[in-house]
C-alpha cells in the first residue's frame, strides 16, 4: 500500500491550493481517507475525511466554506482543496488510509507555504 501526495507548494494570502493524494496496493473504494495537517511547532489538525465509494465528505467544523475533498476513483487519487488560504496555513498537509478507528497507512505529506 502507497498513499503518494503531490509536491511543495508556495501560495500568496488569498488563494487556493489543491494537494493530491494517488493511492495504490488497495481497493481504493473500499477505506475512508482523511486529511490531517501539521502546523511548524504544532500537533496533528483532523481537517476531515471523504469516503471514496461514493464521495461523501465529513468536514472538521473549523474548515467547513473552506474546505472540499473529492476523489477520482478511476486514477485512484483523493484532493483537498483549500481557498482562502492565509498564513496560518502553512503546515505539511498528509492523507491517511483509515481503518477502523486508526490510520494504517500515511502519505508522504505536501508542504504548503503561504507566504506573501
Known amino acids: 500500500v502507497q498513499l503518494v501526495q503531490s509536491g511543495t507548494e508556495l501560495r500568496n494570502p488569498g488563494a487556493s491550493v489543491k494537494v493530491s493524494c494517488k493511492a495504490s496496493g488497495y481497493t481504493f473504494i473500499r477505506y475512508y481517507i482523511d486529511w490531517v495537517r501539521q502546523a511548524p511547532g504544532q500537533g496533528l489538525e483532523w481537517m476531515g475525511r471523504i469516503d471514496p465509494e461514493n464521495g461523501g465528505t465529513k468536514y472538521a467544523q473549523k474548515f467547513q466554506g473552506r474546505v472540499t475533498f473529492t476523489a477520482d476513483t478511476s486514477t485512484s487519487t483523493a484532493y483537498v482543496e483549500l481557498s482562502s488560504l492565509r498564513s496560518e496555513d502553512t503546515a505539511k498537509y498528509y492523507c491517511?488510509?483509515?481503518?477502523?478507528?486508526?490510520?494504517?497507512?500515511w502519505g508522504n505529506g505536501t508542504l504548503v507555504t503561504v507566504s506573501s
Open positions: 491517511a488510509r483509515y481503518t477502523r478507528g486508526w490510520y494504517e497507512y
